[in-house]
């Protein structure tokens, strides 16, 4: 069993930052993903990390504004937001799945937190 607590939600102006925090507890898992869904839309994989390895990928909507970091020792995934935009608005979920190479899609993720909100005021 995986065991996944998002934090770090809030809300900020267009061009603020904010960093999201991924508590991961258990071992059966090979990568965490961002994902994220606005009212009325499906939900959204941004960005991924490989376990132990510093490979990454984000969805073109992310890329250049947001990072995705692991910090081993704490067992915590890291999401730095920067120069945020009201269309960032939405639910953000860290998920935890086994595939070789993930796509950000939902199915690929078996483990789900709860859930973190973030909404950007223009």
């Known amino acids: 069993q995986v065991q996944l607590v998002e934090s770090g939600g809030g809300s900020v102006p267009a061009g603020g930052s904010l960093t999201l925090s991924c508590a991961v507890s258990?071992?059966?898992?090979?990568?965490v993903a961002w994902f994220r869904q606005a009212p009325g839309k499906e939900r959204e994989g941004i960005a991924v990390?490989?376990?132990?390895?510093?490979?990454?990928m984000y969805a073109d909507s992310v890329k250049g504004r947001f990072t995705i970091s692991q910090d081993n020792a704490e067992n915590t995934v890291h999401l730095q937001m920067n120069n945020l935009k009201p269309e960032d608005t939405g639910m953000y979920y860290c998920?935890?799945?086994?595939?070789?190479?993930?796509?950000?899609?939902?199915?690929?993720?078996?483990?789900w937190g709860q859930g973190t909100q973030v909404t950007v005021s223009s």
């Open positions: 258990g071992s059966t898992y090979s990568n």
């Open positions: 998920a935890a799945g086994r595939v070789a190479i993930s796509r950000l899609e939902e199915y690929e993720y078996i483990y």
């Open positions: 990390i490989y376990r132990d390895t510093p490979i990454k």
